[in-house]
Structure formats: C-alpha cells, structure tokens
C-alpha cells in the first residue's frame, strides 16, 4: 500500500524491491530494481537520486545472491584435496608467470580470503566475485541530470573506486590471466579493470595504475540554456590528449544526436577551477577568456598539467572555434585589426603603426602619464596569498610547502637570490644539479612575487618525484615525511661544506656538559653548513644506560624537526590474571590506572598486591599468547587484550620456557574430520633441558589433575598412577602433542609451511610427542631447524571430556585498585613534551649494544633538549603502526599561538626559548581518505589565511588551535 503512494516513482519501485525481497521472491524484486533505475532521471535533486540509487543497487546486490547457487543455505561440501592443490597451485602459477602484464584486476580481499578458507574446507562456497563494496555508487542517469559521463569505449574506466580503500587491506591486484581463471569457475558482479603503466621516463619502473585521473569536464557551445556545471569522468594519467579528446567526442555525439554541431573537430582547454564559466553566453560566437590553456593533442596529460581541480572545455567547431586566450588588437587611431605595436611608456594602448602612434599622442599623452604613475603604486604580488592546485592526492604535500613558504628568513633568503651563492651541485647526498634547490627558489617567486590566485607545482612534484621514488605517482603520504625530504635535501643542495671530511665520532666521557655538547655540534658543523643548518637545527641529549654493569652513554646529537607523542589521560580499568608456580587458577586483579602509565607503572602494583617479585606480563590476544610486554609500553595501548602475569622461577634463565596449548576436539562434521578449538588460554611451563619426556607428561597429567580426576571417576595417589588409569581407558582422555611451528613461505595470496622439524611434513598437524625416559628435552630442541618462534606444547582433550570449564576457572578479588594518577581535563604541548622526555626501556626489537658487557641489551634511554633553534618545527606523532595496521590519535592538543616557553625543557641557556606561532600543517579524516590543510600567518594579509590547496581564506586565531 505504501508504494502506490509513489506508484511507477523510483520511490515506489524502491518500496517494491525491498517487499518482494522480503517475500523471497527475488526475481520480481530485481524486476523492480531496473525499473526503478530506468525512472531516477525524473529526479531533479542530485543527492536524493543518489541516495535512491545506492538503495536499488544494494537491493539488486542481495536478491542477486539468494538466486546465486552458491549463495544459498545448503552447505557446500568441500573441496577435494585434488581439487585443492589443483586450484591453489594453478592461480599461483598463473599469477607469477604473468606478474609483467600489461592488464590486472583489482579483486576483493574479503571474497579471496572467503576463496582461500573454502580451498581449506573451513568456509562454505565464496560465491561470485564481489567487488561491489570498493566502489563509489555513480549514477550515469542522462546528460541533464547526471553529474558523470560515461566512456563508451573503455567500460573499465566507469568504475569509480572508493577513496579510502588500501591495497592488501580491502584489495589485492590480480593480472589478467589469473583472474580470468577465477572468474571462470566462480564469475563476478564487476569486473574493475586497471592497467600497469611507466612511472618513469626510461619505463624501468613500472606499477598498476588502480585510481585513474578524475577530469571535470564542460562543453561549449553548450547543450543546454546556459553553461553547465562540470561533469565528472576519468582516464589515465599516461593518456594523451587526443584520447581524452576522441572520447569526449564518442561521448556527446551520442547524447546529442540531433545536434547539427559537427562533433568531428575538437579541441580541449585546460581552465583554472576559480574562472567563472557561467559569465558567458552558453551560444555566445566568440568567448574570451585569457586564463585558458590549449592542450596539444599529442601531450600526456600529467606532462599537459591538468591538476585535479582544473576544468577542461571540449570545443565543438561552429563555422569558427569559439574560444580565443588572447583579445582582438584593434589600433586605437584607425581602428584598423592586425599585428599591432604597444605604447613603448604605458603598454596600455595598441597602434598598428609609429604614423598612427604619432598622430594619436596629442590624445594618449595624459592618460599615457597617468597609466605609468599608477603602475608604480599598485603591486602586483600577491605576497603569498597563493593558493597550490591538487594535482592528484597532493594536499599532503601543499600544506607542507605553504608552512615552509610562511618560513619568512627562509623564503627572504630565496627571494633576494643569496641561496645561487651557496649551490652545491656536485653534492653526492643533495639532487644533481641541486635540481631541488633551484625548483623550490621558482616556486617561492611565484608565491609571493606573482599574481596567480593559484599555482599548478607541477616542476616541484617532477623533481621530488625524480630524486625521492617514495613521491613518484600520486599516493597520499604524510606531510611530515615530505617536509623532512623536503628541508634535508635543501640543506644538501645548499651545503657550504664542499668536500666532507671523515671524522669519527667523538666521546663524551670525561667531559663537561658543556664541553661536550660543544665537541658533538663542531664535529656536525664540519660536514653540515647551510641556511637550514643556522636556522632549524637544533641538539638534544640522549642517555642510554645499561641495565645490568649500569654503564652510561651519552651523545649529543642535531634534529630537524621535534617528534613529541601525545599522552592519553582516559582513565582505565585494567584486568590482570595474576599465575602462580604451579596453579592452573589465576586471581584476577583490576587496576584503576592513567591510560598514559607504562607497564613498569602497572608491575610496581602488583608487586604490592601479589608479593611476588619474578614475574612477566603477557599480552594475549584471545587465548594466544602475543609476547610479553616491555615495560615503556603505555597502558592505552592495550586495548582488547587479554593480560596475565605468570610468575618466573628465581633461576628461570636454567629452564626452558614452553608454552602450553590447551584444545578439545569437536564432533566429527558430515564431511570433514572433527574441528578442533582452544578452549583456554595459552600457559607457560618450565623444564630443564635435561628432564625425559616421560617426566614432563607426568608433570603434565600433574599440572591438569582437577581436569583428568574429574573423568577418571576414581581417586588416584600421583601422577605416575594417573598416567596408568589414563592408559586403561577405552578412548584416550588427551594426547600431547609437538606444535608445528616451521616457518612459512610466502605466496601471492596465501602462505605456505616448511617441512614440520619433527616429521618432515609439509602440512602436518602438530606431532606426537613421545613418552620415553631416553628421550630429552635437549634431543628434541636440537631437532629444531625450520621452526620459529619458542618450542611449543599442545595438550587436546577428546570430545567426551568432561570439566574442561575448570580450566577457565578465576578466582576474582573484589574491589579495584586504585593506582595515584593527576587527572587532566585537557592535553597541552608541555604535557606531550614532558611525556617524550621522560625516560623509557628499549624494546626486545630495539636492543642496544652495550660495548661493556659485549652484548645486547634492553637500555634506558632518555632524551633532553640542550638546544633549540631559531625556527622550531614540532612534529606531533599522530599516527602509530600496529602490525600491518596504522591508527591516529585524534586528542586535542592545546599549544599557544605567541608566547610559547620551552626554556625550563633546555639544558643549554643560548636560546632564550620563546617562540611565535607562525603556521600549522593539519591533517584530518581517516588514514586511507583523509586530507591535509595548513594554517599560516601571512605578513602581507596581518592575519590568518587558511590554505586548502588552491582556496586562500582568512580565519581567525581560534581555529588555528
């Protein structure tokens, strides 16, 4: 009923849809998604046609897979073994013997995994190929309504791919050959087409270009009563013009058939996104607009400069091309058209003759005089107030250069040419030439002395992108890795130190603080002169301590740029199991800390609750355990992690430490073998290396006595007695096994194992472990070659065991602890610099070599700040990498715009240390879709200016912070 509100709407069709689906019948619910489809023209508002759209197209997407046999309910008997290594084995092939084709396919990674997990008999048939969730929902609904057009003759080109999908997180690239194989046998709702493409001249270095060059795009004369709004299409950066042109031409000949324009002769401008198209006549004969660009045909189009933001016009001949760059020079005494000559004072007037400008000076002379007088007062920089065009994912790298733009001594130096006297341009370390150097000093000119509303920084992209590979193509990157490449290779390119001499290191030992910072900065200033050198270099001083003869190093070392972390003062309750020696029930203990306390923090509390003084905290994920935690590690950081502290023997360095899995079968599937789970968490036991095997499984029958009593039925004196009624069983209770950690190798899309150490199975299992008084522990670590990782335990209990759930059993202490912590309202810059000065433990990763002891050791470090520069630039770490996975900490961190004292953080007393604000490189969004602006403080303006790529606005001091 309520879709005959809207009958034959795509509101009503909509309605429809998502009834019949609901009453399975999905054909008919496809039947209307089409239709209503064929009717969203008739909807004049571009986001509520959308909005509708995206709803048809996910409704089609379901009922699409209820028809879909391999969607359905029934479960998919697994593939044979055959089947298996067949499958597996020719896509691997298929992908590695064409890894060089021209044409690849951008494939789901979720319906890969589902593949490779079905391929394994752990998940049903995957399906078709779906595809559907990385792409942007577009509507080519008509030339009037539609804000896309549609390429007719490359189909692979309409897909538009979502912004914030990464490769290897939500695709993976697949060449042709091997995806065809896919979709042979599985099909797909999509096929996305990309294609491998030079990223150099030479073409040495070649990669798959999977987001394709948006273009706006305009036709005169127009189609419609005025000019339109640009449409959106897309194409290949290394396309040449005339491409883009031909199918521009395929493209409105068919949506204007009965045009009487002959679509045959075209030609392309390139326009700067501010140039107000709408001011002209949509039919107008002749238009005039200076700004624009005419595209060669034969150009690529990213060596044609067509920044993001452009809009390109396709002309369309009438009798005459209608658009002209340069206005008709009329001669301002005869009126006569041609070649014409300037006034030599004014260049305001045009004669076609010195007879005509003779005659017509007795006219021209005041206004001659008047012209001249104005051009000395009025300037016509815009003293950078100069917005940076997007070229393509360069937002990252605009905000940067506007920050160092807004550097004024830096910019002064490059402005009055005193940088052409320190050129270095044989610098081994610096760009040839000093290509960068020169680059940047251009850009600088056209920022402040020129009167561009906006700048295309296409010169400086090249050449970054030539001297820094991590820069070629068009990925987002951070703007603090541009702004450190940046400022690095300007202080090679300008270094004053001509020849470097090899200097060792020298030693701080036996000297003054003073002395000694003094010594390190003459030994840097004897390699590293320039003007980024004198104005944004400064020392810090770092200690590091040795834990165990407490030898302490100290070195004095220069900075670019001050990397603070941001404290998190959440408040939070951690959880802790807390495992004896011995016991299989933890206690549980909750600690009410500062979400910024380390894990040593964390220690120091249960010592005072526990008593026990040899201890490690492991973090588990589930119930695997993920290494132990090294105590500079923050409490924060923590999250969705299981934690238990297991209690170490006092001489624990002369025991083996061996993890111990805990599982239980399942019932036995209709076609697969019985599934096995792990029903507790991972425990960690201690063995000498001598010990026989038969006395660890006793210690093990010992150590899971509640468990194994419990389904004997019968009381028993010791574990040897336990081992015995054990083996009188009908059905074994558990068997011990050898968990299989042999490294894996690396495939295309899934991994691979080494031979098992212990059986020389490729896939085994997990092994037997033997139950013998001649074998040792020692025999069976020393088989080890191919494993990784410690040597590791696994105890499995059969399906009818019974009191399993004594093994998670906790014993919980009542109340929180509460550990004293300051509670902030706010974060401030002090706060993040006095979280990155203090002292921290190194990890087991970042080990430091202790030239006393001659070994590796886990040091307090700890890092000072004995200098600062005249320009201070401070990095926030915003963003952490977890794994495979980034995040970014989203605090407000509140820091002065003048008046910011740092001079209680300073050992060295040179530099007052009080600084102005003066601009901000600010990033906002997610990792994979964000965007980066800057704010500056502009001279010339006496205020704030916002710069978003090409749009300048002045904003208030509020917003800065």
């Not at 998919?76 to 690849?104: N, R, V």
């Not at 034969?298 to 933001?309: F, G, P, R």
């Not at 402005?415 to 020169?438: E, Q, R």
């Not at 001489?651 to 019932?667: A, F, H, M, R, T």
């Amino acid at each position: 009923n309520k879709s005959l509100e809207f009958a034959e709407t795509p509101k009503g069709y909509l309605l429809l849809a998502q009834a019949y689906y609901n009453l399975s019948q999905y054909s008919e619910c496809l039947e209307s998604v089409e239709k209503g489809i064929s009717q969203l023209p008739s909807i004049p508002n571009e986001s509520l046609r959308n909005s509708i759209l995206e709803k048809l197209l996910s409704q089609k997407t379901q009922a699409q897979d209820h028809l879909s046999p391999a969607q359905t309910d029934t479960e998919t008997p697994p593939p044979s073994e055959e089947h298996q290594k067949d499958s597996k084995k020719q896509f691997f092939e298929l992908s590695k013997k064409h890894s060089k084709d021209k044409d690849w396919f951008v494939v789901s990674k979720e319906w890969l995994d589902t593949w490779e997990s079905y391929l394994e008999g752990t998940a049903n048939h995957p399906g078709r190929i779906l595809n559907s969730n990385l792409l942007l929902t577009v509507a080519f609904v008509g030339p009037e309504k539609g804000n896309y057009l549609k390429d007719l003759q490359e189909e692979q080109t309409n897909l538009y791919l979502k912004d914030s999908i990464l490769e290897n997180k939500d695709y993976i690239l697949v060449p042709s050959t091997a995806y065809e194989y896919l979709k042979e046998s599985y099909g797909s709702d999509k096929d996305i087409k990309r294609c491998l493409v030079p990223l150099t001249e030479e073409g040495d270095l070649m990669q798959v270009e999977v987001k394709l060059k948006p273009v706006r795009v305009v036709p005169i004369p127009s189609f419609q009563e005025t000019l339109e709004t640009p449409k959106h299409f897309q194409v290949s950066k290394k396309a040449k013009v005339e491409d883009l042109k031909f199918k521009l031409q395929a493209i409105y000949k068919k949506l204007y058939p009965k045009s009487l324009l002959d679509f045959s002769q075209a030609r392309l401008w390139k326009v700067a996104p501010d140039c107000k198209l709408t001011d002209f006549h949509p039919t107008a004969k002749s238009i005039l607009i200076e700004s624009a660009q005419l595209l060669p045909s034969k150009t690529v189009l990213e060596e044609a400069q067509v920044a993001d933001e452009d809009i390109i016009i396709v002309e369309f001949k009438q009798k005459d091309w209608t658009i002209h760059n340069k206005p008709y020079e009329i001669c301002i005494s005869c009126r006569k058209i041609g070649n014409m000559l300037n006034c030599a004072s004014c260049k305001s007037v045009k004669y076609c003759s010195k007879e005509c400008q003779r005659q017509h000076w007795k006219y021209h002379k005041e206004l001659c005089k008047k012209v001249r007088e104005s051009q000395v007062h009025t300037p016509a920089s815009r003293n950078g107030m100069t917005g940076l065009q997007n070229l393509g994912n360069t937002c990252f790298m605009n905000s940067a250069l506007q920050c160092v733009s807004h550097t004024l001594p830096l910019t002064e130096y490059f402005l009055s040419n005193k940088f052409v006297a320190d050129i270095n341009p044989n610098n081994p370390l610096g760009t040839k030439g000093a290509a960068l150097a020169y680059a940047f000093a251009e850009l600088i000119t056209d920022l402040w002395k020129g009167s561009s509303r906006s700048l295309s920084p296409w010169n400086f992209k090249r050449i970054i992108a030539k001297f820094a590979p991590q820069f070629i193509g068009y990925q987002q990157h951070d703007s603090a890795e541009l702004l450190s490449y940046l400022l690095t290779g300007l202080h090679e390119d300008l270094n004053r130190v001509r020849d470097k001499p090899y200097i060792e290191q020298p030693e701080a030992e036996g000297k003054s603080e003073k002395e000694a910072a003094e010594m390190f900065w003459d030994w840097f200033k004897k390699r590293n002169q320039s003007v980024i050198v004198d104005l944004m270099y400064g020392q810090y001083k770092s200690t590091l301590q040795c834990p165990e003869c407490e030898r302490i190093s100290i070195t004095y070392d220069p900075y670019l740029t001050f990397s603070l972390s941001i404290p998190n003062y959440d408040v939070k309750l951690v959880s802790v199991l807390l495992m004896k020696l011995g016991d299989l029930t933890p206690v549980k203990y909750t600690f009410k800390m500062n979400a910024s306390f380390k894990v040593c923090d964390l220690k120091k509390a249960i010592k005072e609750v526990w008593g026990v003084e040899n201890f490690k905290i492991a973090a588990y994920l589930k119930e695997t355990i993920k290494g132990f935690l090294p105590d500079n590690r923050e409490i924060g950081e923590l999250d969705k992690k299981t934690l238990v502290a297991f209690e170490f023997p006092e001489d624990y360095q002369s025991y083996e430490l061996v993890p111990l899995v805990i599982s239980k079968l399942g019932e036995r599937g209709y076609f697969s073998k019985p599934s096995k789970f792990q029903i507790s968490f991972m425990r960690l036991l201690f063995f000498k290396r001598s010990e026989n095997t038969l006395s660890i499984q006793k210690e093990i029958v010992s150590y899971l006595s509640q468990v194994v009593v419990n389904n004997l039925n019968k009381s028993v004196s010791d574990s040897a007695e336990m081992l015995a009624e054990l083996k009188a069983t009908e059905e074994p209770l558990y068997s011990l096994n050898i968990v299989n950690t042999s490294k894996k190798t690396q495939g295309l899309i899934w991994d691979g194992r080494l031979p098992c150490d212990f059986c020389g199975d490729k896939k085994c299992e997990n092994c037997p472990f033997p139950m013998s008084q001649n074998t040792k522990l020692s025999d069976l670590l020393d088989q080890v070659q191919n494993s990784e990782g410690p040597f590791m335990l696994e105890v499995v209990f059969s399906s009818k065991t019974q009191k399993v759930s004594l093994l998670n059993s906790v014993e919980e202490h009542s109340s929180p602890q509460n550990i004293e912590f300051e509670k902030k309202s706010s974060i401030t810059l002090y706060d993040c610099l006095e979280h990155s000065t203090n002292s921290e433990v190194l990890d087991e990763d970042n080990k430091w070599y202790c030239s006393k002891c001659k070994k590796h050791v886990q040091a307090t470090k700890t890092y000072q700040i004995y200098s600062l520069p005249k320009v201070l630039i401070i990095h926030l770490m915003r963003f952490k990498t977890r794994g495979f996975w980034r995040e970014k900490n989203n605090s407000l961190v509140e820091f002065p715009l003048e008046g910011l004292d740092l001079s209680e953080y300073v050992l060295g007393n040179e530099n007052p240390g009080v600084y102005d604000l003066y601009a901000v490189s600010n990033h906002m969004g997610s990792l994979g879709g964000g965007h980066y602006t800057a704010y500056v403080k502009n001279p010339a303006a006496e205020s704030w200016l916002e710069m978003e790529d090409s749009r300048v606005s002045k904003t208030f001091p509020g917003r800065v912070v």
